[in-house]
């Protein structure tokens, strides 16, 4: 599966992820299978080919959380500054109002200049800093906390 190829490549050298072993398609699955109506797949393909993806899940597992959802986005190295990611998150965002949640967050590790950007441009705002969270490749990597409220 192309989208377990584009993660994998965050898992195997980048830190866009704080997974450490690669991922087959499995790992997908239930993504596909959504039970809340804030959650979303989306793929992006550029003439036949997957380019990137985007998804929202649960924040945390309690109740209490249901109108709000995480948000990620991934691109293959050649799609990036192409305005796939965008694209992806636009929709994803225009889904999630669509379906009535509330909040959405991002946790974005550090130092990801584009990626910050493109939650900025998307109306999510930092709200903080978590300092030497996760542990990659030798070294502590903090991640800051973005949300967007409607």
């Given at each position: 599966?192309?989208?377990?190829?584009?993660?994998?490549?965050?898992?195997?050298?980048g830190?866009?992820?704080?997974?450490?072993?690669?991922?087959?398609?499995?790992?997908?699955?239930?993504?596909?299978?959504?039970?809340?109506?804030?959650?979303?797949?989306?793929?992006?393909?550029?003439?036949?080919?997957?380019?990137?993806?985007?998804?929202?899940?649960?924040?945390?597992?309690?109740?209490?959380?249901?109108?709000?959802?995480?948000?990620?986005?991934?691109?293959?190295?050649?799609?990036?500054?192409r305005?796939?990611?965008r694209?992806?998150?636009?929709?994803?965002?225009?889904?999630?109002d669509?379906?009535?949640?509330?909040?959405?967050?991002a946790?974005?590790?550090?130092?990801?200049?584009?990626?910050?950007?493109?939650?900025?441009?998307?109306?999510?705002?930092?709200?903080?800093?978590?300092?030497?969270?996760?542990?990659?490749?030798?070294?502590y990597?903090?991640t800051?906390?973005?949300?967007?409220?409607?």
């Amino acid at each position: 599966m192309a989208v377990a190829e584009i993660y994998n490549v965050e898992v195997l050298g980048g830190v866009g992820t704080f997974d450490t072993e690669p991922k087959g398609p499995e790992h997908f699955a239930d993504r596909l299978r959504p039970d809340h109506p804030g959650d979303v797949f989306l793929v992006a393909d550029d003439a036949g080919s997957v380019v990137g993806f985007a998804y929202s899940g649960p924040f945390r597992a309690r109740p209490a959380y249901a109108g709000t959802r995480e948000t990620s986005v991934y691109l293959a190295s050649a799609a990036r500054g192409r305005g796939a990611g965008r694209a992806l998150y636009t929709e994803l965002l225009t889904r999630l109002d669509a379906a009535g949640v509330h909040t959405q967050m991002a946790v974005i590790a550090l130092p990801n200049d584009a990626s910050e950007a493109l939650h900025r441009a998307l109306g999510f705002e930092r709200v903080g800093v978590l300092r030497q969270v996760g542990r990659k490749f030798g070294r502590y990597v903090d991640t800051a906390w973005w949300q967007r409220l409607p």
